[in-house]
């Protein structure tokens, strides 16, 4: 309004100049107004883009109402705007816009501060969309202060930005980067629950090998990131002495192995060959229960090289600390060997501890065992144990079709829960394998042959940047 006052003087001025002389007349017309700040917004947009790669998680629902919220009330903002752009009658039109935006401000304020309510709860986690908000805030309240044309080109990066905060909505749900942490401090909690079978397959060799491992590397060698790892007890269903590889998910499912087998040694078994199917695949190297000892064997798949370490005097192998449930045994479990966020880990059990599972870190350059904790759970009740996060988990067998998550140990506060009662939706009886992969935190069995994995489900919402 102010410029189209200073244009209408400035006419009639040069109309007034034009009949007194003749002579053309030049007329400067100042803005007095502050200029749009447009790349403020537009860096807000980009770091509202970026929010993207910064949030994860399940449990981000609250998060994604309030935004829900935010993103109407960004509608209803533009609406009004242009609705007011159509009755746009000059003066009225500045003063009666600034009431409206006011009102959104009252309440997209609310929603901050609702959403700021929530980074009580979890606060690393939304600490970044907070300060983008408050910045979306600042810059809605700089709004205010320009004249009404300004306002209508402000609806047009409201728009923009709504488009963003979609953009940030959907990101929420990306899948996250493991975590390389230190056991301890994991800051994605318990496990709260998992999903159903996310992959079911009998791979390469349908019916065929009732013991065995299966898995990602959760450290992989440059390249090797999307491989898949397989290993089957093909003499006895106790021993093998290969593992096969796999270039991706799919691979292992139609059952093409290019990369092939990686061979420990021609003979099975024999010293340093792998007995019994909890193994697991980390940094490139295969840890496993050695060949008729009670040692760990570390097998480096680019080198071919094994070095051994062995377990505590007392350490019960040869099937004589095997996990269990009412009906049977399963030979050869003598050693677990897990993974998770902080690396390796190894469950077995000795005559010291009655039988009682027993818990070490292994760590590596030197392998050598790392701390060692004692609980009160008894082997023979558990079918399998694996670790998440720095928590030790056990489950036993409930019936043909469910497992039960019933046990779990932290390593950070030494507290035992008996009760952790999480069920697993089983595609066949005997869970003889069970391991945790940080990478895609996923749960991957082996079932009688067959191949299962479930998304795990973490309390905490796993924040990439800690
Ligand atoms: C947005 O990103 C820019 C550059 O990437 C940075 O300087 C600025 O501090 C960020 N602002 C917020 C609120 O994150
Ligand atoms: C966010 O919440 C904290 C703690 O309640 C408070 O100190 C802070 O002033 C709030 N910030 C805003 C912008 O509301
Ligand atoms: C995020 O995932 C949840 C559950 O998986 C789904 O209901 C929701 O629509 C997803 N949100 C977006 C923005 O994709
Ligand atoms: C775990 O998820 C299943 C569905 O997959 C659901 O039925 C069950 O109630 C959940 N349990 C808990 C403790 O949230
Ligand atoms: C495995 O062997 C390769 C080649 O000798 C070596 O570069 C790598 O560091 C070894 N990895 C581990 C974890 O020992």
């Given at each position: 309004m102010k410029l189209n006052v200073v244009v209408a003087l400035c006419a009639l001025f040069t109309l007034t100049q034009q009949a007194s002389s003749g002579e053309k007349c030049t007329c400067d017309v100042h803005n007095t107004e502050k200029e749009f700040p447009h790349s403020k917004l537009k860096t807000m947009e980009n770091n509202v883009t970026d929010c993207n790669n910064q949030i994860t998680s399940q449990k981000v629902l609250e998060l994604e109402s309030l935004l829900l919220g935010l993103e109407l009330r960004l509608d209803q903002l533009k609406e009004d705007v242009s609705v007011l752009e159509k009755e746009d009658d000059g003066q009225l039109y500045g003063v009666l816009s600034l009431y409206v935006i006011e009102n959104e401000m009252v309440e997209i304020n609310q929603l901050i501060d609702k959403l700021n309510g929530t980074t009580l709860r979890h606060q690393l986690l939304t600490a970044d969309s907070f300060h983008q908000l408050e910045e979306l805030r600042i810059e809605m309240q700089e709004l205010e202060e320009f004249d009404t044309m300004q306002v209508v080109r402000g609806r047009f990066d409201n728009r923009r930005l709504k488009n963003d905060l979609n953009l940030c909505r959907i990101g929420l749900n990306t899948t996250a980067a493991p975590l390389q942490l230190k056991y301890g401090t994991c800051p994605l909690g318990h496990v709260q629950n998992i999903t159903g079978p996310r992959v079911y397959t009998q791979g390469e060799y349908p019916g065929s090998y009732y013991y065995g491992a299966w898995g990602r590397d959760p450290k992989p060698l440059a390249g090797k990131e999307s491989w898949y790892w397989l290993v089957m007890l093909t003499s006895s269903n106790a021993y093998s002495h290969y593992v096969r590889l796999y270039s991706g998910l799919s691979a292992l499912i139609i059952g093409?192995?290019?990369?092939g087998n990686v061979q420990i040694h021609p003979s099975n078994p024999t010293t340093n060959t792998i007995q019994g199917p909890n193994v697991v695949l980390y940094g490139g190297v295969l840890y496993y229960n050695c060949f008729n000892e009670y040692s760990i064997c570390h097998f480096n798949l680019t080198s071919k090289r094994i070095t051994k370490l062995q377990l505590p005097k007392g350490t019960r192998y040869n099937s004589k600390g095997n996990f269990c449930h009412l009906e049977t045994c399963y030979p050869y479990t003598d050693l677990d060997l897990a993974t998770d966020e902080s690396g390796v880990w190894v469950i077995y059990t000795t005559n010291q501890d009655f039988g009682n599972l027993v818990l070490s870190k292994v760590e590596d350059e030197p392998l050598r065992l790392g701390q060692t904790w004692h609980t009160s759970v008894y082997k023979q009740s558990v079918t399998n144990t694996f670790m998440a996060c720095g928590i030790l988990y056990a489950t036993r067998y409930v019936s043909k079709n469910l497992e039960e998550i019933f046990y779990s140990f932290d390593t950070t506060t030494g507290k035992e829960n008996f009760n952790v009662g999480i069920f697993m939706n089983k595609m066949a009886a005997n869970v003889l394998s069970l391991n945790y992969s940080p990478v895609d935190r996923m749960l991957h069995a082996y079932c009688d042959t067959h191949m299962v994995s479930y998304k795990v489900l973490f309390e905490l919402l796993g924040n990439e940047f800690p």
């Open positions: 093409v192995s290019v990369p």
